[in-house]
């Protein structure tokens, strides 16, 4: 049985715990103050938190009761986000997030283990752990938006990290497929990183060992890895340590990951 489900849920409960006590201790002008995000004030990160996890509730009762997933209509769902106020949005974030939360740890260990989720964007169904990791990696790197925003030295949640790049190279694989621009360098790569290897080539993906020889090397904390794959690591919020060397400089990276 693995534990990397019951991680994934342990990391999420922290996160909300963070992101609650942060968004109750801004005001109306903190909370529309830029955040990490490209264009989002720090209300609108909280915003797509929380109406991702009223979308990805009913997907999670469904795990738990064996009912089909409710339709629902998610363009209906985030216009009644954006059409809330900076306050509004804090506070819907911390309650339905909550919810998801609570949702999710109680499911079983068989259903941890063993259920199937259906997403829109893939043809098959992939493993609870998937689409939770999925929710993981967007939680992850928008709290550090938040947090950024309040502290320039703010870093991602290394235990998250270290979860993500698990993840990437095992059943989270396919999304780095759907966020990596292979187009954007003129070469094709292999850089080690952590013993794996992130291949830019017609797609990119992250396996567990370099399949061939690496063309470039990634120095650096899986923090920073992280955010690389989240377009979160421009110049100015680059650790000094962090570095890549080969056939591939670290810009040529970032623009492979322009984030979102």
């Known amino acids: 049985m693995s534990d990397t489900a019951d991680r994934i849920i342990a990391s999420l409960r922290a996160h909300h715990d ?3 006590g942060l968004a109750g201790g801004l005001d109306s002008d903190g909370l529309s103050a830029a955040s990490g995000a490209s264009r989002w004030s720090i209300a609108d990160v909280f915003s797509h938190l929380g109406s991702g996890a009223e979308i990805m509730l009913g997907t999670v009762t469904a795990v738990a009761t064996g009912a089909p997933v409710p339709e629902q209509d998610n363009h209906v769902i985030w216009d009644r986000w954006n059409a809330s106020t900076p306050r509004e949005q804090a506070a819907g974030f911390v309650q339905r997030d909550a919810r998801l939360v609570e949702a999710l740890e109680a499911l079983t260990d068989d259903q941890r283990d063993h259920a199937q989720v259906q997403l829109g964007f893939v043809p098959q169904p992939i493993p609870l752990e998937a689409a939770i990791g999925m929710r ?10 938040v947090q950024v925003a309040l502290d320039p030295d703010a870093t991602l949640d290394e235990g998250a990290a270290e979860l993500l790049v698990d993840l990437y190279a095992a059943s989270m694989g396919f999304m780095l497929g759907f966020t990596g621009r292979a187009e954007a360098v003129d070469d ?47 110049p100015d919020r680059t650790p ?21």
Request: aromatic fraction near 8%; hydrophobic fraction near 50%.
């Open 18 to 20: 963070l992101l609650a």
């Open 136 to 145: 993981l990696n967007e939680v992850a790197q928008h709290t550090w938006d």
């Open 188 to 234: 094709p790569a292999v850089v080690e990183a952590f013993g794996h290897g992130l291949v830019v080539d017609e797609s990119v993906l992250l396996v567990a060992e370099p399949p061939v020889a690496p063309t470039a090397t990634f120095v650096g904390s899986k923090e920073a890895f992280v955010r690389l794959i989240g377009g979160r690591l421009s």
């Open 240 to 260: 000094r340590d962090v570095h890549v060397s080969g056939n591939v400089s670290l810009e040529d990276l970032r623009r492979v990951f322009p984030g979102f």
